[in-house]
């Protein structure tokens, strides 16, 4: 893990400008040791397979008895790298806040770089979701009432699956409620691409331009995309709020749901900050109830 640790730190600090150094350095703090602790009320499903790999794995957080249960997936981030299901900022809060209160929490891995760039991890999230669904009804959860949830490089992820659901109905899933896109910098690849840019992109985007344009979640929107809320960072120097607004902007032109939530966090506090007591977490879980029958009934406490 700490060798993990050195080697996100040097990729991250391999950047074009002085100022996104600092961005570098909250991002490196993302790949920690920590893990998460057990949350009273909630039980634990660790390393359940959806696919052939050692990657494709994923946990399930139940209340004690879930019944009808609707369900968050999580994705983590980490550069398209780095990162685990089981980091403590990924879902200690989200588990804490919400499954006590009824719902099942899935935190989900995926195959990374070097193995897969980002559009096959995008396909990989795709088939986690398809075998969720599936397996929901064992868990006492509802596979229609689900909230995709991402963060970082996994907001990418999350991003592209919902401006394009048909790379989950693909895999054998189906439509999903909504979607939160925890601060990504990622939703306009050709843009990115085309002018200076984090060196981390290169090797999970690659130099083709239809590739590009494949992984870019802001030219995959269409009127079909999934509803989403899209937080993002407004004190980091990379500006992610531009590239949220100009996302929300265009899934807006197409008659999809979209809203912009900017806050006033770090990269790493944008996702651990999640679950938390607070507006932040408030303006989540408006989201949610309004998208998702089931998660509007265990916030309303019923």
Same mark, same amino acid.
């Given at each position: 893990?700490?060798? /993990?640790?050195?080697?996100?730190?040097?990729?991250?600090?391999?950047?074009?400008?002085?100022? /996104?150094?600092?961005?570098?350095?909250?991002?490196?703090?993302?790949? !920690?040791?920590?893990?998460? +602790?057990?949350?009273?009320?909630?039980?634990?499903?660790?390393?359940?397979?959806?696919?052939?790999?050692?990657?494709?794995?994923?946990?399930?957080?139940?209340?004690? !008895?879930?019944?009808? &249960?609707?369900?968050?997936? =999580? $994705?983590?981030?980490?550069?398209?790298?780095?990162?685990?299901?089981?980091?403590?900022?990924?879902?200690?809060?989200? $588990?804490?806040?919400? #499954?006590?209160?009824?719902?099942?929490? #899935? +935190?989900?891995?995926?195959?990374?770089?070097?193995?897969?760039?980002?559009?096959?991890?995008?396909?990989? #999230?795709?088939?986690?979701?398809?075998?969720?669904?599936?397996?929901?009804?064992?868990?006492? &959860?509802?596979?229609?009432?689900?909230?995709? =949830?991402?963060?970082?490089?996994?907001?990418?992820?999350?991003?592209?699956?919902?401006?394009?659901?048909?790379?989950?109905?693909?895999?054998?899933?189906?439509?999903?409620?909504?979607?939160?896109?925890?601060?990504?910098?990622?939703?306009?690849?050709? !843009? %990115? =691409?085309?002018?200076?840019?984090?060196?981390?992109?290169?090797?999970?985007?690659?130099?083709?331009?239809?590739?590009?344009?494949?992984?870019?979640?802001?030219?995959?929107? +269409?009127? /079909?995309?999934?509803?989403?809320?899209?937080? *993002?960072?407004?004190?980091?120097?990379?500006?992610? *709020?531009?590239?949220?607004?100009?996302?929300?902007?265009?899934?807006?032109?197409?008659?999809?749901?979209? %809203?912009?939530?900017?806050?006033?966090?770090?990269?790493?506090?944008?996702?651990?900050?999640?679950?938390?007591?607070?507006?932040?977490?408030?303006?989540?879980?408006?989201?949610? &109830?309004?998208? &998702?029958?089931?998660?509007?009934?265990?916030?309303?406490?019923?």
């Amino acid at each position: 893990m700490r060798r /993990l640790i050195h080697q996100l730190t040097m990729t991250l600090l391999l950047l074009t400008t002085p100022a /996104l150094h600092a961005v570098a350095a909250d991002w490196a703090v993302e790949a !920690t040791t920590e893990r998460y +602790s057990m949350t009273p009320g909630a039980r634990r499903i660790a390393d359940l397979h959806y696919g052939p790999s050692a990657a494709e794995t994923y946990d399930v957080y139940l209340p004690q !008895t879930p019944q009808q &249960a609707p369900l968050l997936v =999580m $994705v983590h981030g980490g550069a398209w790298r780095h990162g685990d299901k089981a980091m403590r900022p990924v879902v200690q809060h989200k $588990v804490a806040r919400w #499954v006590p209160r009824g719902a099942v929490v #899935v +935190s989900i891995n995926y195959p990374m770089l070097p193995q897969a760039m980002a559009f096959e991890q995008a396909q990989a #999230v795709a088939r986690a979701i398809a075998a969720i669904q599936r397996r929901a009804g064992e868990w006492g &959860a509802e596979g229609e009432q689900v909230i995709l =949830m991402g963060h970082s490089a996994g907001a990418h992820l999350v991003a592209l699956l919902s401006a394009n659901p048909a790379l989950v109905t693909a895999a054998g899933g189906q439509r999903w409620r909504g979607t939160v896109v925890l601060d990504s910098a990622a939703l306009d690849i050709v !843009t %990115t =691409m085309q002018r200076r840019h984090y060196r981390f992109y290169d090797p999970a985007f690659g130099s083709d331009p239809a590739y590009w344009r494949q992984a870019s979640p802001l030219l995959q929107l +269409s009127r /079909l995309s999934i509803p989403m809320l899209v937080s *993002c960072s407004n004190r980091r120097p990379d500006r992610p *709020c531009d590239g949220a607004e100009a996302f929300v902007h265009r899934a807006r032109e197409l008659g999809v749901a979209a %809203t912009v939530l900017p806050q006033p966090f770090s990269h790493r506090g944008m996702n651990e900050q999640v679950g938390e007591a607070g507006a932040y977490t408030e303006a989540i879980e408006a989201f949610m &109830a309004k998208t &998702a029958l089931g998660w509007r009934r265990i916030l309303a406490g019923r």
